[in-house]
């Protein structure tokens, strides 16, 4: 059966109708490509603006068309017979404007509750892609930039996951460089019997990161000896080794810890593993000429930038850009991946587009844009702290991951006791609920901003149960559950045997909204916002709102059409949750 088949979103499919009317009215201009928006609902649903475009291409050479007016008309002739399509109007100079059919929006709704949110997958050109997230640096603690790294970045992978994309998703940890001479010559200084081996010893890594970079800084005979135990470390010395995994695995479980509790799955793949590959990949980039010597350094100079990118320093060291060169490298020849995405504070930008230039000089990637493969530098901006400055608590300098995920739960179950839920839940449920909502807050108000804005870090703002909070959209949810619960109806059964009607004008900008979530899904993928998401999750949920308030929905006679709608709202709102990381509630 076809139903259940992928057909594309809705907006692919009108464009694929006016595809077929743009051949039919002006078969001479093959390349034109269907435009097609959202247009005022006064008006319509959905509008075809080809027409003015059209009109100054074929004017003047002997067209039938009189105008672009005209030319609408004919769009709108033309167009096949469709389901869809309920009407279609002309406004100004031919916009065609669509009215789609209530009983095509009710019918695919009910579809996708039978076959599953799955068939609303928007289809994307990529099969496999990278992305680059998180990725602390060892033995440092993860700062809120890296917190933001994390959920911009598991959103993205879980977006493009559900667009079918098969995704790596790469966590390029800094686990090599020369901050671990000084890190292991402090460690043996420490331990000079080697008891290193007890973990425990090193205690806080922070702290040891500190010291030791304390003592690089005055001592010159302990720098002198850290900057040897960075020769004996690459060079593979066992000894120095050995050391260095330990600490790393020290830090590795520090942020592993985090990623549990958010929830994120990542992939290490450390700077130190691209390392072998650096020397050949250089080679490489030589061969086409790219490298030059400057000021006892090898770089490359890209066109309109004002420094060169570095990729062997003076003392014939590697740093970061020749890591990253080897990365992505690797990244496109051995693991094939078609788009490579960068998630990290927008202080980066230089560095990538530098890396990204390298790339399409050396051909890697090709020069245009809009081709496969390609990379993308996913940028965000600053947390700020609510006197509008970086956020930083009193006591630390940096703020700790773990103590605002400890905070913004011990909130959220503080207000839960508050409202008496402890006496109704067990201890898990109030638990898993404080958890669910405290860390959905952080994510949330994180991914809600443009990423590319600086937003303000407040638990009294993001645990707020009104207004575009993770807390009210929650709870939205949890409301539209109760609803169906309590009708005591059995849903699997309306399912297959009720019918959806969208007769109210509220049914019906709820169904509509609805079905536009495959083409929202496709445009925060392919411009990488998750912002556009939220944005329509909490559209979604302000549809609902409209539609409970006039549309009586239990003890109706159009209670089992209503409770569909109720269901398909439920699905498309814990779709969403899910692509944002965020774990439903179902009682409140
Ligand atoms: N470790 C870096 C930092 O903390 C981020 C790494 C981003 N990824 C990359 N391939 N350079 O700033």
Redesign the pocket.
């Known amino acids: 059966i076809m139903a259940s088949e992928n057909v594309g979103t809705l907006k692919q499919q009108l464009a694929k109708l006016f595809d077929e009317s743009l051949r039919a009215t002006i078969p001479e201009e093959l390349d034109v490509e269907p435009l097609i928006a959202a247009c005022n609902p006064k008006f319509g649903d959905y509008q075809c603006n080809n027409a003015m475009s059209l009109w100054t291409k074929v004017k003047g050479k002997g067209s039938e068309f009189k105008g672009p007016q005209a030319i609408g008309q004919a769009l709108s002739k033309n167009l096949p017979a469709s389901e869809m399509i309920e009407s279609c109007g002309i406004a100004g100079p031919g916009f065609v404007n669509v009215v789609l059919s209530r009983q095509w929006i009710a019918e695919s709704i009910q579809k996708m509750l039978i076959d599953g949110i799955g068939t609303w997958a928007p289809k994307l050109l990529v099969k496999r892609a990278v992305i680059?997230f998180s990725?602390?640096?060892i033995a440092k603690e993860m700062h809120v930039g890296?917190l933001r790294s994390t959920i911009i970045g598991d959103t993205l992978a879980r977006m493009l996951e559900f667009s079918n994309v098969e995704v790596r998703r790469r966590n390029?940890?800094?686990d090599w460089g020369t901050q671990f001479g000084m890190l292991i010559e402090h460690l043996f200084d420490k331990f000079p019997n080697g008891e290193v081996a007890s973990d425990q010893a090193i205690g806080d890594l922070e702290a040891f990161y500190k010291a030791s970079k304390q003592r690089f800084d005055s001592d010159s005979g302990f720098k002198e000896r850290a900057q040897k135990a960075v020769v004996s470390l690459q060079g593979g010395v066992d000894k120095y080794r050995k050391a260095w995994t330990q600490i790393c695995e020290i830090s590795r479980r520090g942020y592993e810890k985090v990623y549990q509790r958010l929830g994120v799955y990542l992939e290490e793949k450390g700077e130190s593993f691209y390392n072998p590959y650096i020397p050949s990949v250089l080679e490489l980039l030589s061969q086409k000429g790219l490298i030059e010597e400057s000021e006892g350094a090898r770089v490359i100079f890209i066109e309109g930038k004002n420094i060169p990118l570095i990729v062997v320093k003076k003392d014939g060291g590697y740093n970061?850009a020749s890591t990253?060169l080897a990365?992505l490298w690797y990244r496109l020849n051995e693991e094939k991946a078609e788009w490579i995405i960068?998630v990290?504070d927008v202080g980066?930008r230089e560095h990538f587009e530098m890396v990204f230039t390298a790339a399409k000089l050396a051909g890697w990637l090709p020069a245009e844009d809009n081709k496969y493969p390609k990379t993308s530098h996913v940028g965000f901006g600053l947390v700020l702290g609510e006197d509008g400055k970086r956020f930083r608590t009193r006591s630390t300098e940096v703020v700790r991951l773990v103590d605002l995920l400890d905070e913004a739960k011990s909130r959220c179950k503080a207000v839960l006791i508050e409202r008496g839920k402890s006496e109704e839940w067990t201890a898990d449920e109030l638990e898993q609920t404080a958890e669910a909502v405290g860390y959905g807050a952080i994510k949330y108000a994180d991914l809600k901003n443009n990423r590319l804005t600086n937003y303000t870090f407040s638990f009294d703002q993001m645990l707020n149960d009104k207004g575009n909070t993770a807390v009210y959209l929650l709870y939205a949810h949890a409301r539209i559950c109760s609803i169906i619960r309590k009708s005591g109806k059995d849903l699997e059964e309306l399912k297959k045997t009720g019918t959806i009607e969208l007769n109210h004008q509220d049914e019906r900008a709820l169904g509509l909204h609805l079905l536009q979530f495959a083409e929202v899904v496709e445009e925060a993928c392919t411009n990488l916002l998750p912002n556009v998401l939220c944005e329509y999750l909490y559209n979604l949920s302000e549809n609902y709102t409209k539609f409970y308030s006039t549309c009586t929905v239990v003890g109706s006679k159009e209670e089992t059409s209503r409770l569909l709608l109720c269901e398909a709202t439920a699905v498309v709102m814990r779709k969403c949750f899910h692509l944002l990381g965020i774990t439903p509630v179902y009682k409140i």
Do not use: E, I, L, R
């Open positions: 680059d990725s602390p640096n890296h390029h940890v800094g970061y990253d990365a960068y990290t980066q």
